[in-house]
């Protein structure tokens, strides 16, 4: 067999109901992958796409699939595995996205040895702005906690596009459970963590993002009747599941997270303590800087006063001098006049020679 003919190394199934402007997105961030053996699976459970879409088709090309009548969410998982060929199955729905490391990341965990993993996830709210797009406004949680079988059959917070496995393991587990419509994730991930540990990558590779109006989580509220019903049909399933150490499992992580929470709340105390007090010494050097400021301006005034007065005196003493220069400069013309005068001519010798005789 040659290359061409090859199985890819993974296997990507990508969800898909006539939301192609956000699919475009999650076909994007599969084309930015630094690994690249893989396939796409597309299953279309809704109306046909736009063939611009697929062009170029991410990693090794790109497969559709439409999932039997009459569809859902967890029938199309299965019509997805049913056509994988990859050896490693990753998951992945169209509202979502990858980061480029991701699959190089479960290929990373496939490389030591596990069955099966899954990454940190970062889950983010978005809204759309004025010009109808969707963007990012709210970064919600990160999912980073490590499976835990125990804690898995009362909560589960590995969402499942940060999952990857071998697939073979998907038909040991039973693959998706078609009586759930919502939780389907959950309950496979239940089954899959009692056949091989899942390795946590402690690495946010995909981003699972939530809308208002679009998405299950958001359609589907965690208290509704709706899910309040599927849990208790999950946790009726799995009920023999609960032993004691899966007891004993969940009662510690809940108190852990209640320590970590009271922890970040003494905490979150501390800097309230420690910004108040920055605010009230900031205050205080405000107020100190303000008065200093008033006794500076006062004193520019004063300082302008001062040359304003000395600028008036200046000006008078040059008008003084104005009127005493014309006054030197009239009597300077005026002798000057005299000098000329042919009187003072004649008469000045004669004069001069009375004082001689005198003498």
Known sequence: MDAAQASPRV????????RPGLLAEALASLRAQTFTDFETIL??????LPEGLFSPPPGRGLTVVVPPAPG???RALNAGLAAARGGWVAYLD???????????????????????????????RQEPGADGAFRDVEELIVYGRPCDPGRLLYKNEVPLIGVGHERGLAAEAGGFDEAFEIFEDWDFLIRLARLTPVLHVPAVTAVYRVRRGSSVTELIPWES????EARRRLYAKHA????PDAMIAFVDAAVGDVDAALGRERFLMGECARVRGEAEAAREALDAATRRAAQLEARLCEAEDGLHRSATREQALAVQNAHLAADVAKAT????????????RLFTPWWKLRERLKG
């Open 43 to 48: 299953v279309n459970d809704g109306e046909a």
């Open 11 to 18: 296997s990507v199934i990508l969800r898909t109901k006539d």
């Open 225 to 228: 009747l709706v899910s309040r």
């Open 333 to 344: 013309a005026t002798l000057e006049e005299i000098y000329r005068s042919r009187a003072w």
């Open 240 to 243: 023999g599941a609960v032993t």
């Open 94 to 124: 169209d509202d979502d996205v990858y980061l480029p490391g991701h699959l190089a990341a479960l290929e990373g965990a496939r490389a030591k040895g596990a069955r099966a993993a899954h990454t940190s996830v970062r889950k983010i």
């Open 72 to 74: 859902g969410r967890t």
